[in-house]
Antibody, heavy 121, light 109 residues
Framework: EVQLVQSGAEVKKPGESLKISCRAS????????IAWVRQVPGKGLEWMGI????????RYSPSFQGQVTISADHSVSTAYLQWSSLTASDTAVFYC??????????????WGQGTLVSVSS | SSELTQDPAVSVALGQTVRITCQGD??????ASWYQQKPGQAPQLVVY???KRPSGIPDRFSGSNSGNTASLTITGAQAEDEADYYC????????????FGPGTKVTVL
């Protein structure tokens, strides 16, 4: 079964750093892009960025460029999303999603369960 | 970058048909994919490409495209179809840059 399993919920203070993870199983991790998507409570989905684990080619949404870092370690089939200094506005649920093989529409065909990040003083 | 627009909310009577639309310049070039999200759950892909459904998605879900508009149609809506629906497409910047629509809340009456 193809699965993405994300790390658990986090409660952090402003200014702290954080790295959350997304572990893939059931397929060849190195050959599929992995995206990160933010959802602020009560709001819609926002595409943050995407990485190709095979060569670490990474693209960011202009809205998130410089705010987060996306990385991957194909030796453990895991993608990461990290912050160096959190703010309260980073409070959200973060999803990872696999980019499927359909070239015509680039579907995100498998999703992680989401990681809730709460930032508060 | 590109933007996608969706109606904030639509309602449909049980068993009737509802169409959800997504508009944006990038849709003249790229297909949309559609995601269903129920409260407290991760999004789920329901339709992609010209009109394809992942395994397990009922055939009452279908997609279509015309000009700058992509549509998701639910034919014979069921109570379990009540959810938020998001379209997604490539950004005008091209490969591996994406944008989501703001979402449409579907209420089944």
């Amino acid at each position: 079964e193809v699965q993405l399993v994300q790390s658990g919920a986090e409660v952090k203070k402003p200014g702290e750093s954080l790295k959350i993870s997304c572990r893939a199983s059931g397929y060849s991790f190195s050959t599929h892009w992995i995206a990160w998507v933010r959802q602020v409570p009560g709001k819609g989905l926002e595409w943050m960025g995407i990485i190709f684990p095979g060569d670490s080619d990474t693209r960011y949404s202009p809205s998130f460029q410089g705010q987060v870092t996306i990385s991957a370690d194909h030796s453990v089939s895991t993608a990461y999303l990290q912050w160096s200094s959190l703010t309260a506005s980073d409070t959200a649920v973060f999803y990872c999603a696999r980019l499927g093989d359909e070239a015509d529409s680039d579907p995100f065909d498998v999703w992680g369960q989401g990681t809730l990040v709460s930032v508060s003083s | 970058s590109s933007e996608l627009t969706q109606d904030p909310a639509v309602s449909v009577a049980l068993g009737q048909t509802v169409r959800i639309t997504c508009q944006g310049d990038s849709l003249r070039i790229y297909y949309a994919s559609w995601y269903q999200q129920k409260p407290g759950q991760a999004p789920q892909l329901v339709v992609y490409a010209k009109n394809k459904r992942p395994s397990g998605i009922p055939d009452r879900f279908s997609g279509s495209n015309s000009g700058n508009t992509a549509s998701l149609t639910i034919t014979g809506a069921q109570a379990e179809d009540e959810a938020d629906y998001y379209c997604k497409s490539r950004d005008s910047n091209g490969n591996h840059n994406y944008v989501f629509g703001p979402g449409t809340k579907v209420t089944v009456l």
